[in-house]
């Protein structure tokens, strides 16, 4: 009886321990998502493309109203709910609907409202599931053990990497929630076959369609992790009882998930093997000769991002574990009650799982610079799962329990905690654009002032303009026009101006457009360069004294 009312204690415990963790993540999580100022071009295609309204194109030589312009990213009244309309969009498009069905039904709710909180508050909704299922699955894979989950939430729901997923406004916080059920499940469905040698249609085979129903209709990733996960699995099957009607049951289950997933979405095999990214992935992938750069260009995001260019010291920790292992093992000085600390057969399927979707990726994804960490946001908290749970299952076995552990493990927890402020406080959060405030702020003060403003854009790269909609969308109204002409823009408005606003493509002749604008306007004799965007450069035009 006292063992028991002890384990009830110890459980609600942990419980507080984690409410309290999770608690201050969020808080976090919150705290850097009010610090982001600015949007990548993608996120802006999340809002355009779940709330598109006649199609944002651009004409040579004409004027686009303020209003027209900011309608492509919002969901106008009587536009809600329109899930027809935002497949049809990203059919056109590289990606799958789910996510934007999501994002498109809370828009939905605040028609004509053009905020980063939409895409902020779906993704704090998802961080919060993320850190509970994280929590979870390192519980059970460390074989139920508190401490080891605690530790690894307490590490990673503060690495820069995880807030990066929370404060980009894509699809990549919801695929990282169903990546980590489908590892839940398949561990969950070892314990399973353990006792009841088969596979349960009710609490594994039915939840993982559904889960790889939404998963891959959420981002294609979601197959790759499936995929490596699935042959560690069934191996784990035929090895347990020989039994291939298992891995039947499990491959066709996962076939009619698929088909139905084709039926909702037939576009799905088009844009993973014959669209732009998907053709570009499978070359990628065949393409030999960039092994070896790509996996150090993504290690050296996993390091800086995740376990703040300290992954050498912790791989030390766990050589240097081994090998006192090995030699305690050959003298005979093991601890005996702790000869299983973590079930391998779990951490083997996880460890295959995560180590084919790292290498996978690391050869397709697009290499974008520290946004690339994106593409591996679904198994960077399994990662440091794997290395925390090799290193205290190696730990286990050599320190007794008592308070030399209990030292350790608070010693541990401050090392977690120094690397992760250390890492959020070097600016290594990616998608913040604190920049963006500033320009922003120039630009609603020229609007204010009834300053014109004019967005010269190459020719086939009118997508290019959404890199500054934030900017934009404070003006009445944008002049477009080719940047590659040099003819005199005639405009009463531009040619009548006291000064301008003018948005210069990248790659464009800049000193011709700068003639250009002065020959349009003779009240204009001067001009400065105010800022340098991603895409393009901005001046601002004025007369001399």
């Known amino acids: 009886m006292t063992n028991i009312v002890e384990a009830d204690c110890n459980k609600r415990r942990y419980l507080i321990y984690f409410v309290v963790i999770w608690a201050v993540q969020m808080a976090a999580a919150f705290y850097f998502c009010t610090q982001k100022a600015g949007f990548h071009e993608d996120e802006y295609y999340t809002y355009y493309s779940t709330a598109r309204t006649a199609g944002f194109y651009v004409e040579d030589g004409k004027w686009m109203d303020g209003q027209t312009y900011r309608d492509e990213f919002v969901v106008l009244s009587g ?3 329109q899930y027809g309309l935002v497949r049809q969009v990203q059919s056109w498009d590289v990606h799958p609907p789910v996510y934007y069905w999501i994002f498109h039904t809370a828009a939905s709710f605040v028609p004509g409202v053009f905020s980063k909180w939409i895409g902020l508050g779906i993704n704090l909704l998802f961080h919060g599931m993320m850190l509970m299922l994280l929590t979870y699955l390192s519980y059970l894979t460390g074989g139920r053990n508190e401490k080891l989950a605690l530790m690894v ?15 980009f406004i894509r699809m990549y916080e919801l695929l990282t929630v169903f990546v980590l059920v ?8 070892f314990y399973g076959v353990q006792v009841e040698k088969k596979l349960s249609y009710i609490r594994f085979l039915l939840p993982l369609m559904l889960t790889t129903y939404l998963g891959f209709l959420t981002q294609y990733y979601y197959f790759i992790f499936l995929f490596y996960t699935a042959i560690a699995f069934c191996v784990f099957l035929l090895w347990q009882d020989k039994n291939l009607w298992n891995c039947l049951r499990y491959g066709v289950s996962q076939l009619i998930a698929f088909v139905l997933a084709y039926l909702t979405y037939p576009s799905c095999l088009g844009q993973m093997f014959r669209g732009q990214r998907g053709a570009q992935a499978t070359e990628n992938f065949f393409d030999l000769s960039n092994t070896m750069m790509r996996f150090r260009f993504f290690l050296d995001l996993l390091d800086g991002y995740v376990f703040g260019k300290l992954l050498a010291g912790f791989l030390l920790a766990g050589l240097i574990l081994f090998l006192l292992l090995y030699f305690r093992r050959s003298i005979g000085r093991l601890l005996p009650s702790e000869k299983a600390v973590i079930p391998l057969w779990p951490f083997g399927i996880l460890c295959f799982g995560v180590a084919g979707y ?3 990726v690391a050869k397709t994804a697009l290499l974008l610079g520290d946004t690339s960490n994106r593409y591996q946001l679904p198994v960077y908290g ?9 290193i205290y299952m190696m730990w286990g076995r050599l ?3 008592g308070k030399i552990r209990q030292v350790c493990l608070a010693a541990a927890a401050v090392v977690c905690l120094v690397i992760d402020v250390t890492g959020l406080m070097s600016d290594r959060v990616v998608f913040l654009y604190p920049e963006d405030r500033e320009q922003t702020a120039f630009a609603r003060k020229q609007a204010k002032e009834g300053t014109p403003v004019i967005y010269l854009y190459n020719q086939g790269e009118d997508w290019c303009i959404w890199d ?3 900017e934009l969308m404070e003006y009445e109204g944008v002049y477009f026009a080719l940047a590659g002409g040099t003819d005199r823009i005639e405009d009463a408005v531009i040619a009548n101006a006291s000064s301008l606003v003018v948005y210069v493509a990248a790659g464009a002749d800049v000193q011709a457009q700068i003639g250009r604008i002065l020959t349009s306007n003779e009240n204009l004799t001067d001009y400065a360069l105010q800022y340098k965007e991603k895409y393009c450069d901005v001046y601002y035009f004025y007369g001399g004294e």
């Open 153 to 167: 939430t307490l590490f990673y729901g503060l690495t820069p990497a995880a807030v990066s997923g929370v404060v």
């Open 382 to 390: 399994m990662i440091v799962l794997l290395v925390f749970g090799a």
């Open 468 to 470: 500054v909609t934030n």
């Open 358 to 360: 790292f290498l996978t």
């Open 182 to 189: 489908c590892a839940i499940l398949h561990v969950k469905a």
């Open 79 to 81: 536009q809600q709910f």
């Open 399 to 401: 320190v007794k329990e």
